[in-house]
Every structure is written in structure tokens, then in C-alpha cells.
């Protein structure tokens, strides 16, 4: 057990014992600003979502995925201004409308809108690990982690909320040969 122990106080100290931090490097810069930009974009999307579905539990989890998006676009920019990387272009908040004022021919259907937050859930979880992986100072990789965490736990009632209603995009079963077919 003290090996376990010793190992456990040894990561955390990594994590704590950063000083003097060292300047960004342009891994970690390039991380922060593209993560930056994609991330207002996903609120954006986020926010045509919820002016496009009137499914209560969907609509729910689109003001979350929102409110996510924008705590994590006003930290990483508050972290980006302090160690002084200049901010992307990033895109403007979409007004709230009625999903019903939606046309046919542009509104996605439910299915489609939950699928699609999924899938820019799963990208921002690798474009985290990535991150955590290129960081080199401990706070940037803190940071990194804190988002994977978020994605993480959104992700787990994302994935319910699809499979209950039956929306989640399951590929065919794989049966390898000679293996006996269930009936």
C-alpha cells in the first residue's frame, strides 16, 4: 500500500510543482487558440439548436451544452489574456427564436440535432486529450483536464438521453465466423 500511496503523492506534486512556469510553448498556444475558435462555434451551433427543437429533454441539454461552451470560452479567454495570446476571431451569439418559426426545409429533425451535439462532444473530448498529451506546463494540462471532465460527464447524459429515445446511431453487430448466433 505505501507504493500506491507514494505513487498518488508523486502525481499530485507533477501537478503542483510548476515554479516559475515557464513561458507557453507554441503547441500549447496553438491548443488554446484553436480550441478557442472551435469552441465559440460549437456554442453558436448549440444555440441554433435550441431555437430549433421543442423536445423538452433535448432542449434541456442544449442550454447546457451552451452554458458549458460559454464558461469554457470565458476561462480559456481569461487564461489566453493573461499570459498574453492574442484572442481568435471568434463567432457572435445567435438571438433565441421560436423552433417552430424553423422551416421544414432547414430544420433538423431531433435524431439529427442530439446526434450532431454528440458528435461535437466527442471531438471536443480528443481535442482535450490531444491537448492534455502536447501540454507541458501543469496548469495548461490542468485546464485541459477540467474541460475532458465536463465533455466526460455531459457526454454520459447525452449518451442516455439518446438511447432512451432511441436516437443513438449503433453500428451492426459483428459476429466473428463460427461464433454460435443467439436466437
Known amino acids: 500500500m505505501p507504493d500506491v500511496l507514494k505513487a498518488v503523492n508523486k502525481v499530485i506534486q507533477s501537478f503542483v ?9 507554441v503547441g500549447e498556444v496553438m491548443s488554446c ?20 427543437t421543442s423536445e423538452p429533454e433535448l432542449s434541456k441539454a442544449f442550454h447546457e451544452a451552451v452554458e458549458m461552451f460559454k464558461s469554457q470560452k470565458e476561462r480559456m479567454i481569461t487564461f489566453m489574456l493573461s499570459e498574453g495570446v492574442p484572442i481568435p476571431p471568434v463567432s457572435e451569439s445567435k438571438p433565441q427564436s421560436n423552433p417552430s418559426d424553423v422551416p421544414l426545409g432547414v430544420k433538423l429533425t431531433d435524431d439529427e440535432l442530439a446526434n450532431s451535439l ?5 471531438v471536443l473530448i480528443s481535442f482535450c486529450a ?10 495548461v494540462t490542468l485546464i485541459w483536464l477540467e474541460y475532458l471532465q465536463e465533455y466526460m460527464t455531459f457526454g454520459a447524459t447525452m449518451k442516455e438521453l439518446v438511447k432512451r429515445r432511441g436516437w443513438l446511431k449503433v453500428p451492426p453487430y459483428y459476429y466473428a465466423p463460427g461464433t454460435p448466433l443467439k436466437s
Open 130 to 139: 490531444n491537448a492534455i498529451i502536447q501540454s507541458n506546463r501543469n496548469d
Open 17 to 25: 510543482d510548476d515554479e516559475p512556469k515557464p513561458p507557453l510553448h
Open 118 to 122: 454528440n458528435i461535437k462532444i466527442v
Open 33 to 52: 487558440w484553436t480550441y478557442l475558435s472551435e469552441l465559440a462555434d460549437e456554442q453558436v451551433h448549440s444555440e441554433a439548436g435550441v431555437n430549433s
